[in-house]
């Protein structure tokens, strides 16, 4: 959705009769204010764009702070020591933390402190922020990113003090040797792990830390900078030192239209990173749609969360959301093992990131650099010391907290387009999937379901009787997901506007009035006359003072004087504020601020059922629009000089947290409206703790094929920053696809997405898989039928996220680090990735007439892998394929038990009472497998008792499956029974399967065996189904199969 696709609505609508929409239904125009205003502005923009509008957005050279950065890391004598770590300061806060004074050379107090924690996890924080500053700087509350109470703290570490430096060493819980070396000047910081260098901060002494001044000053406040004879030849910061030193903006800055006042002045920071050793990439900083392993742009990495229309592929511009999370794979020199790091920037105000390498490293080897600058708050970063990918994961989840258990049917098939326009045509849709027998969990509606956008409302023309539509939903097992965005309709007879207005909820605006400075005087040398006698003049002689009078010397203009002294004139701090107004969907809007907590609890209250009219208990919320989008902003967003009630504080101080605290303040009303639910929010938005709340999805994608193929880096990015529950659009929102991009985007996105959605924009042809010819939707729906049977795995693995932080889809490098190829190979890296550590997809990316009849397939090395498909099995390496429009290339790891459930029907939830089929799929080498299979109720929080959940370990071993570990029993209403047992990998077909459970034999029925297909290698092996009658409950603790 965005700003032009909107005034081309409002303006079609204006002009003309209600449009004509499916089934006969018909949109009602809300009424505007300004029709005719819009009208005219929409004119231009009645031709669609075709690309994204760059010059809606601002660069790096575009923004000030950014731009002063730049130029000040080009300074002369980079290397001379600016800011310093006072030893004689330190102060132990206990559980391995510390607090030191810091001072700049050109000051004669020191006016930052500084403070270093370690983490028991392996983690190690860092921060600057000022001592007793004019004004107090942004600070995050403590449990809104980093979790409250904090990680636990390193105990009993190691101190030692050296003139340079204090190093710190400890053990991490998983055994990593730690050591943290703060240098004392230039400040820096070296962290290593098990010996081996990870990262320096500030090894290029490209730290900056702009202080508050009072207004228009050059200097911060400090007896030295008070008492510059020169100021302007003082070294101090980017916003003040004398290689010239460009003033554009450090007060008040335009950009395409808009004037941002600064009344507080330059307060930008910045910092840079060098990720040591041998570093074939860098992974992560998402939100971008970019490769995997991240390109080395010109233009740095933007992080300023933003309603980009129509984005586009290969662009390190900025988009929805922000997670400033920066992965690193460090090589191992004399066959050291490779080993990962991970750097994470804590500050949401507008940030940028450039990725650099050492002239002589430009082919990717060597160490590799990153800066980091951001607009204003505190230097806030943490070192994820690893060494192995879990670890990174899981010192990421311990500083920030770890995602909730999503409900199963989350994991299933989303029906959304933007719009089912009536009940009639919610029904047809939810019918004509079970005509076809395709199974889908939740149908969503979009903004026009609302009275005029009035959100909390339903359209009364289209929608009459929500609370039947939503019960007929709910009557066949299946959910509803409405739309609300944060935008509130500026209308008087709208409660929810008129609530947030009273109690002053809103964010304001200034309206900005000027005075003189209270600080500026007259100076001393002010006081030349504006004119003086002319010195070249002399009273002529025949002057009589009798008859001419008394001669007056004539005056000249002074050339010392420097006109009547004014004050300067500075804006007025007390300038009138009123509540800030933008335009969205409705037209005029008001903005709360969910930065305040009791904003955030009137919001979440308007969830209540009763309430909410026409929703129901399985009814759920999509927080679109929460960048927030602002049609008529700057950069179609908020102004960064608007003011948030709470605090204070202003925009630009918190602009990417905007999003995070709008679904955050939804979800905790979801967890109020039915205690013990678990609640599904999807946001758009997104910001460093977003997973503790939120599913997110990547925007609005294009019918593209390479929207497709980056759809892979583009998840993996954002699993790697702990963001698990995510997707992108199956078959892109703008444009259509045809029949062969729709089938490939199925197959991938059902073994790739954890947040399965098909969206589609409110221009484009129906699209639901049935809308197809009959071959499309079959190819469509054995996808469909695919994920729901693998929908055990999914809450399994989903489950390891949930306890343990591991992403649930990722790159392959997490699970194979110590394969060389998985770190830079094109294959490996830009079109695979792992479902947990069971499965492996390779994306198709092209149609079959233009090569995507064949593919280069990596397999990683392990045990060997077996096609998904046929069972065929392969040994590591590379292969080239042929592909079917039936399926893509995907595999499951020799030496997996993989749990299934065969019998697919209309939703998750008509399964739960189903016997599950255990694969198994033997290391050739051993004969043997593990894996695990996790049930609870599938939607609510009862298995946080620690009992009512029913967690497996299988092993397979010399022909026998059995639990190597069983915790928990299975709540009522699920099953925990086994139906079928299959097994690959076999070298003959058996004769006999028995079951024992608690000392009671049963002989199964004779396996039934096949051949599978030989592999590349000519590998053949043998498969067995094993019919397990009477069902197998694996809650019975004691049991065993045997397989002869």
Same mark, same amino acid.
């Given at each position: 959705a965005s700003r032009d696709v909107w005034l081309k609505q409002r303006a079609s609508r204006i002009a003309s009769r209600p449009e004509e929409v499916p089934y006969g239904a018909a949109m009602r125009a809300p009424a505007v204010a300004a029709a005719a205003t819009l009208a005219v502005i929409a004119a231009a923009l009645l031709q669609p764009a075709a690309a994204v509008d760059r010059s809606k957005f601002r660069t790096c050279e575009q923004g000030s702070f950014c731009r002063r950065f730049k130029k000040w890391i080009q300074r002369p004598q980079r290397e001379e020591a600016l800011w310093s770590v006072l030893p004689a300061s330190k102060a132990a806060l206990g559980d391995g933390a510390w607090s030191f004074q810091v001072k700049h050379k050109s000051e004669a107090q020191p006016h930052l402190l500084l403070q270093l924690n370690t983490y028991a996890s392996g983690v190690v924080r860092l921060r600057l922020n000022e001592i007793s500053p004019l004004q107090p700087r942004h600070v995050i509350p403590p449990g809104d990113v980093v979790a409250d109470p904090p990680p636990a703290g390193v105990k009993s570490p190691i101190v030692s003090e050296k003139p340079d430096a204090t190093t710190i060493s400890f053990k991490s819980d998983a055994g990593a040797q730690i050591t943290v070396e703060l240098k004392h000047s230039p400040l820096g910081l070296v962290v290593s792990a098990d010996g081996r260098v990870v990262q320096?901060?500030?090894?290029?002494?490209?730290?900056?830390?702009?202080?508050?001044?009072?207004?228009?000053?050059?200097?911060?406040?400090?007896?030295?900078?008070?008492?510059?004879?020169?100021?302007?030849?003082?070294?101090?910061?980017?916003?003040?030192?004398?290689?010239?030193?460009? +003033?554009?903006?450090?007060? @008040?800055? /335009?950009?395409? =239209?808009?004037?941002?006042?600064?009344p507080r002045g330059p307060a930008s920071l910045g910092m840079d990173v060098t990720f040591d050793g041998d570093v074939p990439g860098l992974f992560g900083l998402p939100e971008h749609m970019v490769k995997a392993s991240l390109p080395f742009y010109e233009e740095p990495y933007r992080f300023y969360n933003l309603d980009v229309f129509e984005y586009e592929n290969n662009e390190p511009m900025a988009l929805y959301g922000a997670v400033p999370l920066l992965w690193a794979i460090h090589r191992g020199a004399g066959g050291a093992p490779a080993i990962t790091s991970g750097f994470l920037w804590?500050?949401?105000?507008? +940030?940028?990131?450039?990725? @650099?390498? /050492?002239?002589? =490293?430009a082919q990717a080897s060597g160490p590799a650099h990153a800066w980091w600058t951001s607009e204003s708050g505190v230097l806030d970063v943490a070192v994820l010391v690893g060494p192995a990918p879990a670890e990174v994961s899981k010192q990421f989840h311990a500083l920030t907290g770890n995602a909730p258990m999503p409900p199963l049917w989350a994991l299933g098939k989303h029906q959304c387009r933007w719009n089912y326009m009536s009940e009639r045509d919610v029904a047809t849709v939810d019918n004509s999937y079970d005509k076809y027998d395709i199974p889908y969990d939740v149908m969503w509606l979009d903004i026009e379901h609302t009275d005029g956008k009035a959100y909390f409302t339903w359209n009364p023309a289209n929608f009459p009787t929500p609370h039947k539509m939503t019960d007929a939903i709910s009557a066949k097992h299946r959910k509803f997901v409405n739309v609300v965005d944060p935008h509130i309709k500026k209308e008087e007879k709208f409660h929810v506007y008129k609530e947030i207005r009273d109690q002053g909820y809103f964010i304001k605006k200034i309206d900005w009035k000027m005075m003189d400075d209270p600080t500026d005087s007259k100076p001393a040398d002010w006081e030349k006359p504006e004119k003086i006698p002319d010195p070249a003049a002399q009273r002529p002689e025949v002057w009589n003072e009798d008859e001419d009078g008394k001669w007056e010397h004539p005056l000249i203009a002074n050339p010392e004087y420097k006109g009547a002294w004014k004050p300067r004139q500075v804006t007025d701090p007390n300038s009138p504020v009123s509540d800030f107004e933008?335009?969205?969907?409705?037209?005029?809007?008001?903005?709360?601020?969910?930065?305040?907590?009791?904003?955030?609890?009137?919001?979440?209250?308007?969830?209540?059922?009763?309430?909410?009219?026409?929703?129901?208990?399985?009814?759920?919320?999509?927080?679109?629009?929460?960048?927030?989008s602002v049609f008529n902003g700057p950069e179609v967003t908020m102004p960064r000089d608007a003011i948030h009630p709470n605090g204070n504080v202003e925009h630009r101080d918190v602009h990417n947290m905007y999003g995070y605290y709008v679904h955050r303040a939804t979800f905790e009303g979801l967890e109020k409206r039915v205690p013990g639910d678990?609640?599904?929010?999807?946001?758009?938005?997104?910001?460093?703790?977003?997973?503790?709340?939120?599913?997110?999805?990547?925007?609005?994608?294009?019918?593209?094929?390479?929207?497709?193929g980056t759809s892979i880096a583009m998840v993996g990015a954002l699993t790697l920053a702990g963001q698990s529950l995510v997707g992108a659009d199956v078959g892109g929102f703008f444009k259509h696809p045809d029949s062969e991009m729709a089938i490939r985007w199925y197959q991938l996105g059902v073994l790739a997405y954890p947040f399965l959605r098909n969206h589609a924009h409110l221009e484009t042809p129906r699209r639901e898989p049935y809308t197809y010819d009959e071959a499309t939707m079959l190819n469509v729906k054995a996808s469909l039928q695919l994920r729901y049977k693998m929908l055990p795995l999914w809450y399994t693995i989903f489950e390891e996220y949930h306890t343990q932080g591991k992403p649930v889809v990722r790159p392959l490098f997490w699970d194979f680090l110590s394969d060389a190829v998985t770190h830079e190979d094109h294959e490996a890296v830009e079109n695979e990735i792992m479902l947990g550590d069971v499965a492996l997809v390779h994306g198709i990316d092209k149609p079959m007439a233009e090569g995507g009849n064949k593919a280069t397939v990596y397999l990683p090395a392990a045990a060997g892998w077996y096609d998904l498909h046929t069972g065929t099995f392969s040994a590591p390496g590379r292969y080239n394929v042929e592909v079917t429009l039936e399926t893509i290339p995907a595999f499951f790891r020799a030496g997996a038990v993989v749990p299934l459930k065969n019998r697919v029907r209309r939703s998750s939830a008509c399964m739960h009472m189903d016997p599950h089929t255990l694969n198994i799929y033997l290391d050739p080498a051993t004969g043997s497998a593990t894996g695990r299979l996790y049930i609870d109720d599938y939607k609510t929080k009862q298995y946080q008792d620690g009992k009512s959940f029913l967690d497996v370990h299988f092993e397979f071993k010399n022909g026998v499956l059995r639990p190597a570990?069983?915790?928990?029993?299975?709540?009522?209403?699920?099953?925990?029974?086994?139906?079928?047992?299959?097994?690959?990998?076999?070298?003959?077909?058996?004769?006999?399967?028995?079951?024992?459970?608690?000392?009671?034999?049963?002989?199964?029925?004779?396996?039934?065996?096949?051949?599978?297909?030989?592999?590349?290698?000519?590998?053949?092996?043998?498969?067995?189904?094993?019919?397990?009658?009477?069902?197998?409950?694996?809650?019975?603790g004691e049991w065993s199969l045997t397989v002869q």
């Open positions: 320096q901060l500030n090894a290029r002494n490209y730290l900056n830390f702009e202080r508050y001044r009072k207004p228009k000053a050059r200097l911060p406040p400090d007896s030295t900078s008070d008492a510059a004879a020169t100021p302007d030849e003082v070294l101090l910061d980017a916003a003040a030192h004398p290689h010239g030193l460009d +003033t554009n903006g450090l007060w @008040e800055e /335009d950009f395409g =239209g808009h004037t941002d006042k600064k804590i500050n949401p105000s507008e +940030t940028f990131v450039k990725l @650099e390498r /050492d002239p002589a =490293g933008g335009w969205c969907w409705p037209g005029t809007s008001g903005y709360p601020d969910f930065t305040d907590p009791k904003m955030r609890e009137y919001w979440g209250s308007q969830f209540a059922l009763d309430k909410y009219k026409g929703t129901n208990a399985d009814t759920y919320i999509w927080n679109d629009m929460n960048e927030p678990r609640p599904f929010v999807l946001t758009r938005s997104f910001f460093i703790g977003s997973h503790r709340y939120a599913a997110i999805w990547t925007g609005d994608n294009y019918a593209k094929w390479e929207h497709l570990s069983t915790r928990g029993s299975p709540p009522a209403g699920v099953s925990s029974q086994v139906e079928r047992v299959e097994i690959f990998g076999l070298a003959r077909a058996p004769a006999k399967a028995t079951l024992v459970v608690k000392g009671a034999t049963t002989e199964l029925p004779v396996p039934v065996a096949r051949a599978l297909p030989a592999g590349p290698g000519g590998q053949a092996f043998t498969a067995a189904v094993v019919k397990v009658k009477p069902w197998l409950d694996l809650a019975a």
